[in-house]
């Protein structure tokens, strides 16, 4: 199937999934390879630093690497959500070329992207591999540790967990309007993806269900406690504990 210039199949998904595409950026936005050269933007800004200063007001964050850690992981969802829903509806992905792609680090969650032009590639986990883990998040975590003292495992772990978040996500809507294809398909790239040698020790895909073998850090945001695929049971008494990687 080719994608159709709006990817209106994703709006059914919901926000995470939904692409904003063609005519012009509501707003200033940065294409996302400008912000991970760590370059400014054109107000002078580098665009993922003052994203993680803003998850860290918002948060309350008392690190500036826990703010960053948030950060990553929700543009990670976002990513991986317009890849997976893309790749089960219409078997193939938009090229989400960081030159190609922009995004506002000033929006309310979910970050809001525009892609400049739809451009499709294949919907195997190689591709969608291509496109995200290395088009993306590599250079993502890359971007973040030359700023912040952040593991590289950890922000592994963000991305696996986004990627099983997104799936389970897109297995609910699927399985709810009767899309078993999708549903199966979605089950089964996931599952390859999560077997790329940059993501297979991050934790264990259980049906839908992750266990990551690293903590995200959000339970030292004020009232945050530990997610639903961390590591730990309940929140460690020691940051000595932290399982960052």
Not at 124 to 150: F, M, N, T, Y
């Amino acid at each position: 199937m080719e994608l159709d210039q709006d990817l209106a199949a994703l709006e059914p998904l919901g926000g995470f999934f939904v692409l904003r595409t063609g005519g012009a950026p509501r707003g200033p936005m940065t294409a996302l390879a400008r912000a991970y050269g760590n370059r400014t933007s054109d107000a002078g800004v580098n665009p993922i630093t003052f994203r993680v200063e803003k998850v860290a007001r918002t948060l309350n964050a008392p690190e500036p690497r826990i703010a960053a850690s948030v950060a990553q992981q929700g543009l990670a969802a976002r990513l991986w959500s317009v890849a997976l829903g893309s790749a089960a509806l219409y078997d193939a992905v938009p090229d989400l070329d960081p030159a190609l792609l922009h995004w506002d680090p000033d929006a309310a969650a979910p970050d809001d992207l525009w892609l400049s032009e739809v451009r499709a590639r294949p919907a195997h986990a190689a591709s969608v591999a291509d496109v995200v883990l290395l088009g993306h998040l590599e250079p993502l975590a890359a971007a973040l540790r030359a700023r912040h003292r952040i593991a590289p495992g950890l922000l592994r772990g963000n991305a696996a967990s986004a990627l099983a978040g997104a799936a389970r996500q897109l297995d609910r809507w699927a399985v709810a309007h009767g899309r078993g294809e999708a549903a199966a398909h979605g089950r089964a790239l996931t599952a390859e993806l999560l077997a790329h040698p940059l993501l297979s020790a991050t934790g264990t895909l259980t049906g839908t269900a992750f266990r990551r073998r690293s903590c995200c850090l959000y339970y030292h945001v004020p009232g945050g406690g530990v997610c639903g695929d961390c590591c730990f049971l309940r929140p460690p008494r020691s940051s000595a504990r932290d399982a960052s990687g």
